[in-house]
């Protein structure tokens, strides 16, 4: 299994960016995909997941109402949808995947992809 996350870059703040993470070797029917990010001298924090099959998704609360997960399942492909970006969310996002349902917790996440950075001047 292998992700592959692209989309980072420089945004200026109240910007929006897409990140993508495509997902190979296997269908995730039955799995969670998320994301989480790591801002430097900080542990890598919860962003958002969603659930494969029933779309239900997860927010941390210093996202919701700013950013969208969504999923397509023809491109096997998650995406995060990041509008009002704030200096605060720049970081290296990952995305990553477990079997079963989203969950704030990364330790329970198997699969994990290379990262993007997204930087927000203020």
């Known amino acids: 299994v292998q992700l592959q996350a692209y989309g980072g870059g420089l945004v200026q703040a109240g910007g929006s960016l897409r990140l993508s993470c495509a997902a190979s070797g296997r269908t995730f029917s039955g799995y969670a995909m998320g994301w989480f990010r790591q801002a430097p001298g900080k542990e890598r924090e919860f962003v958002s997941a969603?659930?494969?099959?029933?779309?239900?998704?997860y927010y941390a609360d210093s996202v919701k109402g700013r950013f969208t997960i969504s999923r397509v399942y023809a491109k096997n492909t998650v995406y995060l949808q990041m509008n009002n970006l704030k200096p605060e969310d720049t970081a290296v996002y990952y995305c990553?995947?477990?079997?079963?349902?989203?969950?704030?917790?990364?330790?329970?996440?198997?699969?994990w992809g290379q990262g993007t950075l997204v930087t927000v001047s203020s």
């Open positions: 990553a995947s477990r079997e079963g349902r989203g969950t704030y917790d990364s330790r329970q996440y198997d699969y």
């Open positions: 969603i659930n494969w099959n029933s779309g239900s998704t």
